[in-house]
C-alpha cells in the first residue's frame, strides 16, 4: 500500500513464522545467528550469557519444530482456549482504586506519591562492544 | 481554547489533491543559497506562506507530500477499559489506581461495556464496517509508564474497519465553494492509555503516576490520503467535533485527550512512496499543521540536497517551530503481538442475529447503537444552511465555538427577527465581541434572551441599528438593565411621529437653502440634508424614512 505497510509488514506478523530455523538456515540445522540473539537479548532483556544458553534455545526450538508434523490445512487456527466463552461486559462504574498508600508499599523509591524509575529508556550497548547487561 | 475558524473568510487558496511544490532554480542542482532573486523572502522554511509557493517551470520536477493521520481519542466513561478505577482529569497521583492497573500479579482484565459502546457510535458515525467478531492483543515494549510490559490493543481484527472522514476545504474566495474532501479510516481500535512520566533530570529519574494508565483509548488509523497541514488540520477538527458531538471522547487536544501523530512522506509524482517519519508531541491543532508542513519542507530540501530521509521518530518543537529526531525511539520496535489470552473474542450483534433470551447488559446491538446516534456536525450544518438560509461559512463558524450554537438557537427561539439578522448579530457582533475580550459563550454577559429582546427592538423599528449598537454596548456592562430600560434611558428611541418628523424636514429645508439648490444639481447632495434632519433629531429618526419624506418634499 505505502511505506508504513511495507515496513509494518517487516515487523515479526503474528502467527506468520513457521519457526526461526527455517528462515535463517534453509538446511534446517538449527543455528541460531548472533543477530538474533542480540535481538532477543534486547526485546527480552534477558542475558544468554553462555553458550549453553543458546544451545538450550536451540534444543527447545527444534522440539517445538515437531509441530509442523502436523497436517493443518483448511483447518481454523486456534487462537485462544477462550474462544467458545462469552466475553463479559462489565457495567461503567467506579469500584476500585483509591489504594495508593498500599500500592506504593511495592515500591523500592518513592517520591511523595510518586513511583520512581530509572530516566527513559537506557540503550543498551551493542553486541561488539561489550557483554550486555542485565537491567534489574 | 478556540480552535481556530478555518474556513471563514480564508485567502485565495487552492489545494489540489497532489501537493505542488515547486523551487526555483535556474539549474537542478545549484546551492540552497543562490542568489536568484526568487528566493528572496522564501528562505525561512517555518515561515514561508504556503499560498505563494511559486509553481515549478517547466521541466522541473514537482514534489507530492503524504500524511498519515493516527489519532488517539481518550474515551469518555466514568471508568477505564478493563478496571473499575476512575477516569478523572486531575487526580493525587496514583489514586486512581487498582490493582490491574498496577499489574500485579493474579489481577485480570474485564471489558468496560462503555467503551465498547463508544467504538461502535464512533464507527459508525464515521462509516466503518464494525466487525462483528474482534480480537484483543497484546503489543510488547518496555517503558516505565507500562507497568504490565505490554497494552492490550486490537491489532489483528479491530472493532471497525474501512470507514471515511469527510471534511471541507476552502476552493477559493466564494464561501459557496467549499469542497468536500474525504479521508479513509483504514481502523478504529480499542487500546488501553499508558501512566504519566514526570523526568526529572536532575536527579536522573523519572516519577510515574499511573492515573491514566488503563484509559479506553480509540486509535483511530487513517489512510495517507491527506497531503499537506492544512487538509490535516481541518481533518482532525472534523474528527474533534464528531466525536464531542457524539459524546464519545471530550477531545481536547491541549488536555490530552486527543493525540496525532502524523506520519510523512515526500515522492515524486508516478514514484513509489518515499521513506517515512513519523512526528509526535503535537498538542494543538495548529502546531499539527506547521510541524506537518515544515517536515515536509525539510524533507524535500533534504532529498533535493542529496540527502537521505530517515525513518525514524521526531518531535516537533512548538517553540522553534521545528521538528526534531526524538532520542528514545531509536532503532525499530519489535512489538511480539500475541493474542491476549485472558480475553475471549468480542462479539457484536445486530437486530437479525440477536440471540433469544439474552441479557441485555450482556450483548451489543449495532442497530440499536446506530438509531440511537446523535446529529452529526455535517448534518447540522446542512440544516442549518435550509433552515435559516446562512451560508456555509457561517454554518462553520456557529459549530466551531463552544456552544454558540444553542445561543443562536436560544435566540432564534425567542426572537420574531428574521434569521439573517440574527445570524450577523450573533456571528459578527456577539462573537466579536466575545473574541475581545476573550471570553467562551458561557461567560458572556450578555443573555440570549436580551439578545433576543434588542433584536425584537429593532425588527420593529422602535429604534434604529445604530442605537441597537449602543444598546448592546450597554448590555455588555451586565449593569442588571433590560434592552426596554436601557432605550428609554438613553431616549435611544426612533421617532414614531410623522408630523412632527415632516415639521423638522421642513425646517431644516427651510434653514439650508443653498443644499436645497445643490440637490437639484446633484442628487446625492440630499445625503447632506438626511444628514442634517438626523442631527437635528438626535439620532433618533430613521434615515430611510427621512430619505422618503425629504424626497417627497423636494418633488413637490
Known amino acids: 500500500m505505502w511505506a ?69 490445512d483448511g483447518v481454523e487456527p486456534m487462537e485462544s482456549v477462550l474462544e467458545d466463552r462469552c466475553l463479559y461486559l462489565r457495567s461503567d462504574d467506579v469500584v476500585e482504586g483509591n489504594c495508593a498508600e498500599e500500592l506504593l508499599q511495592n515500591s523500592h523509591r518513592i517520591v511523595e506519591e510518586y513511583f520512581v524509575a530509572p530516566p527513559g529508556n537506557i540503550p543498551l550497548p551493542k553486541l561488539d562492544e561489550q557483554e550486555p547487561v542485565l537491567h534489574s | 481554547m478556540a480552535a481556530p475558524v478555518l474556513c471563514s473568510g480564508c485567502p485565495q487558496r487552492c489545494w489540489a489533491l497532489v501537493w505542488v511544490y515547486g523551487r526555483c532554480r535556474h539549474r537542478r542542482g545549484a546551492p540552497v543559497g543562490s542568489t536568484c532573486n526568487w528566493m528572496r523572502g522564501q528562505s525561512s522554511v517555518a515561515q514561508q506562506p504556503l499560498h505563494t509557493a511559486r509553481k515549478p517551470r517547466k521541466g522541473e520536477p514537482e514534489w507530492a507530500a503524504v500524511v498519515g493521520l493516527e489519532i488517539h ?79 492490550i490493543t486490537q491489532h489483528r481484527l479491530p472493532i471497525a474497519v474501512n470507514g471515511s472522514l469527510a471534511y471541507s476545504s476552502c476552493a477559493g474566495t466564494k464561501q459557496s465553494q467549499m469542497t468536500t474532501r474525504t479521508v479513509r479510516v483504514k481502523q478504529i481500535q480499542l487500546e488501553q492509555d499508558s501512566g504519566k512520566s514526570l523526568h526529572d533530570d536532575l536527579r536522573s529519574q523519572t516519577l510515574i503516576d499511573l492515573n491514566r494508565a488503563g484509559i479506553g483509548l480509540l486509535e483511530l488509523v487513517l489512510e495517507p490520503d491527506v497531503s499537506c497541514g492544512e487538509e490535516a488540520a481541518t481533518a482532525v477538527r472534523e474528527l474533534q467535533l464528531i466525536l464531542q458531538a457524539l459524546g464519545t471522547s471530550h477531545a481536547g487536544m491541549a488536555e490530552g485527550q486527543l493525540r496525532v501523530d502524523a506520519n510523512v512522506s515526500v515522492h515524486r509524482p508516478g514514484e513509489p512512496l518515499g521513506i517515512r517519519t513519523e512526528v509526535k508531541n503535537l498538542n494543538s491543532i495548529r502546531f499539527l499543521a506547521k510541524a506537518i508542513d515544515y517536515e515536509i519542507q525539510r524533507q524535500i530540501q533534504e532529498l533535493e540536497n542529496g540527502g537521505e530521509i530517515l525513518n525514524e521518530t521526531r518531535s516537533f518543537d512548538y517553540k522553534l517551530g521545528c521538528t526534531v529526531p526524538m532520542r528514545d525511539k531509536e532503532g525499530k520496535q519489535d512489538y511480539r503481538f500475541m493474542p491476549e489470552p485472558n480475553l475471549p473474542p468480542l462479539l457484536l450483534y445486530d437486530t437479525a442475529s440477536l440471540p433469544a433470551g439474552a441479557d441485555s447488559q450482556q450483548v451489543i446491538n449495532i442497530d440499536q447503537i446506530r438509531e440511537r446516534l446523535p446529529e452529526l456536525p455535517r448534518v447540522t450544518r446542512e440544516r442549518l444552511v435550509q433552515q435559516y438560509g446562512m451560508s456555509w461559512d457561517h454554518s462553520f463558524t456557529l459549530l466551531n465555538e463552544v456552544d454558540l450554537l444553542a445561543f443562536f438557537q436560544n435566540v432564534m427561539k425567542e426572537t420574531r427577527a428574521e434569521p439573517k439578522k440574527v445570524t450577523s448579530w450573533v456571528l459578527n457582533t456577539f462573537l466579536g465581541y466575545l473574541k475581545q475580550q476573550n471570553l467562551a459563550v458561557r461567560e458572556s454577559p450578555v443573555t440570549a434572551s436580551a439578545l433576543a429582546e434588542l433584536l425584537d427592538l429593532l425588527d420593529s423599528k422602535a429604534i434604529s441599528s445604530s442605537a441597537a449598537k449602543q444598546v448592546f454596548e450597554e448590555l455588555w456592562k451586565n449593569e442588571g438593565k433590560t434592552p426596554a430600560q436601557i432605550v428609554s434611558e438613553k431616549k435611544l428611541e426612533l421617532m414614531q411621529d410623522q408630523e412632527a418628523l415632516e415639521q423638522l424636514c421642513h425646517s431644516v429645508m427651510q434653514a439650508h437653502p443653498h443644499v436645497v439648490m445643490d440637490v437639484k444639481g446633484n442628487p446625492r447632495a440630499i445625503n447632506k440634508l438626511i444628514g442634517l434632519v438626523r442631527k437635528a433629531t438626535l439620532s433618533r429618526a430613521d434615515p430611510t424614512v427621512i430619505k422618503t419624506i425629504l424626497e417627497r418634499k423636494l418633488s413637490s
Open chain 1, 4 to 72: 508504513r505497510a511495507v515496513w509494518l509488514s517487516l515487523r515479526a506478523p503474528f502467527g506468520g513464522r513457521r519457526g526461526f530455523i527455517s528462515t535463517e538456515d534453509p538446511q534446517g540445522s538449527g543455528r541460531i545467528t548472533a543477530e538474533m540473539i542480540e535481538h532477543l537479548e534486547r526485546l527480552a532483556l534477558v542475558d544468554f550469557g553462555s553458550r549453553e544458553a543458546v544451545a538450550r534455545l536451540e534444543k527447545a526450538i527444534a522440539f517445538s519444530n515437531r509441530l509442523h508434523a502436523v497436517h493443518t
Open chain 2, 73 to 151: 481519542a481518550q474515551i469518555s466513561s466514568n471508568s477505564k477499559l478493563f478496571s473499575g478505577s476512575q477516569v478523572c482529569f486531575a487526580a493525587p497521583p496514583n489514586s486512581l489506581v487498582s490493582f490491574f492497573d498496577a499489574s500485579l500479579p493474579g489481577t485480570l482484565p474485564v471489558l468496560n461495556r462503555r467503551c465498547v459502546e463508544a467504538a461502535v457510535m464512533t464507527g459508525l458515525a464515521l462509516n466503518c464496517h464494525i466487525n462483528k467478531k474482534s480480537l484483543f492483543d497484546r503489543k510488547h515494549y518496555f517503558y516505565a509508564d507500562l507497568p504490565a510490559g505490554y497494552q
